[in-house]
């Protein structure tokens, strides 16, 4: 198969798994959350578990590379095994419909989908040219965005109307974990490099050897604690009758889901243009500020006109977000190690996942949700500090071509 092929093949079957994606996406930022809340009224810890199903899947991206890699897996392989995992989950919360048969499988669930995520990258380093990659992920995302729109507004109806069907929902959540394992399995892809790692997280030793890498994942560190710490306060923020809003399903859909991707839909080409010529740390400290001001103006909002601005800004950025997030360690690393850096990037996205809803919705009940929006703005803005001087060093090249600096710590 020529270089050719590949790109059309893989582009071919990634749009069919960005739809689903676009689908499953809407589970994880939306409706097992708002399941949570509104039918199994579930408390502050299990609410958290729920919010942190994606992170705990992005903590354990580095034993699925690792577990790929000595099984000498093509990276599809090992990634299609993950969707038919979360398709079996979402199956088990239809029939089991109890709070803690729910909170494990949509942890469960959720896992898969971001587990995958370094397999995937590799996929898009093996098959897409580099002067296309931003481009050609990009369109792809579009469908996914796109997807979720549709999908968050049908299912936003359905549940303001009859909240009881919920496991209906949960039926058609399996089905797109289904179709996106048929996808992504016809994917042509090759078997990991074999590191020579003996433990899991032998990928860690990156952060250790590579500056620039480790300077941008603490940059990364604090503004995703701060943006994932608020992000499911925004479904408890619309949803829960103390904040004084208390928003349909409907609402609730159209103001986290709907309004944001149709944003995130129309500049998601202009960010993948961006990110294939211009200056990398100069493009993450601008989606920073974006971040911020979303933030802020979502939190520090009670009208309909604030509200819907602050979720068109949110998308804007996230736009920017989704390309600069999952193509990054493509500027940085080596060809045959793209995977090992993302598995590194995507724990510490995990870790951060997991600790930063157990640390929303516990301070929120000593503090007010505005001043939680606040101290996330002030250290999304540290972030943007940290990589001013980065902004200079960066030349535009790939990092592989750079001189790796040993650093003591």
Known sequence: MTAADRTSRTFRYERWRSVCSGILETAGNTFLLLIAVKWFHAGATAKALVAAGSSVGLMLSPVTVSVVERLRWPASAGAARLFAIGAIACVVMVLFPRMEVFVIASM????TTSAAIPLMTQIYQDNYPADQRGRLYSRAFMLRIGAA?????????????QLELYRWLLLLFAAAFFVAYQAVRRIPSNPLHVSGGTHPLHAMRYIREDRMFRQTLIAWMLMGFANLSMLPMRVEYLANPTYGLAKTAAQI??????????????????WGWLFDRMNFFALRATLNLGFALGILSFFT????LGLV??????????????????????????PERVADYMSVHTFLTGVRGVLAPFAAFHAVKSFSLPTL????????????????PEIARWKGGRKADLVLEEVED
């Open 108 to 111: 469960v669930a959720m896992t």
């Open 373 to 388: 929006g606040w101290s996330a703005a002030a250290l999304i803005a540290a972030a943007s500090a940290f990589l001013i």
């Open 253 to 270: 859909s159209l103001l986290t889901v709907v309004i944001p991707n149709l944003a995130r839909l129309c500049l998601s080409p202009v």
């Open 149 to 161: 729109v549709v999908f968050g507004w049908l299912a936003g109806e359905l549940l303001t109307r």
């Open 309 to 334: 601005t602050a979720a068109i800004v949110f998308g804007i950025s996230n736009a920017g977000g989704d390309v600069a997030w999952g193509l990054w360690v493509t500027k940085f690393a080596p």
């Open 301 to 304: 909002s009670e009208t309909t």
